[in-house]
């Protein structure tokens, strides 16, 4: 039977808001290597799971404009009109971080950290 994600576990959503706080102080202390990092690491967190995979592309579309870069722009519009259908049949490649830098579909290393994190949530 296939599982359907719609809604992220409470726990996981903290750490993902967490990460997202983070982004929004290191952007406006203008650490932007900093504020991506974050940015990464929430896709990561939130990448199974419609609404927050959705919205973390949309950020990373905003910052592409920030950075006046065409690449990122072009490939966050990509992720944006398929990333969320995907996450709703959970068919993500986990670690993956999101940026037009990574195929989309290329599966990558967690961060130990996340990985604690994942296990903790993750029902496979």
């Known amino acids: 039977m ?3 994600n719609t809604f992220i576990p ?3 959503r903290s750490f993902y808001l967490n990460e997202l706080n983070l982004y929004r102080s290191s952007l406006q202390s203008g650490n932007l290597s900093q504020a991506w990092h974050h940015l990464e690491r929430s896709h990561i967190l939130g990448q199974s799971y419609p609404l927050e995979h959705t919205y973390t ?3 990373m ?3 592409g ?3 006046r870069s065409v690449k990122e722009v072009m490939g966050q519009a990509i992720r944006l009109l398929v990333g969320g259908w995907k996450s709703f049949i959970d068919h993500v490649p986990l ?3 999101g940026g037009s830098d990574i195929p989309p579909l290329k599966k990558m290393e967690l961060p130990e ?6 296990s903790t949530y993750r029902k496979n």
Request: proline fraction near 0%; glycine fraction near 8%.
């Open 2 to 4: 296939m599982k359907l």
């Open 10 to 12: 409470n726990g996981l």
């Open 57 to 59: 592309h949309w950020l």
């Open 61 to 63: 579309l905003k910052f």
């Open 65 to 67: 404009f920030r950075q």
């Open 95 to 97: 670690g993956n971080t």
């Open 113 to 118: 950290d996340i990985a604690d994190i994942l």
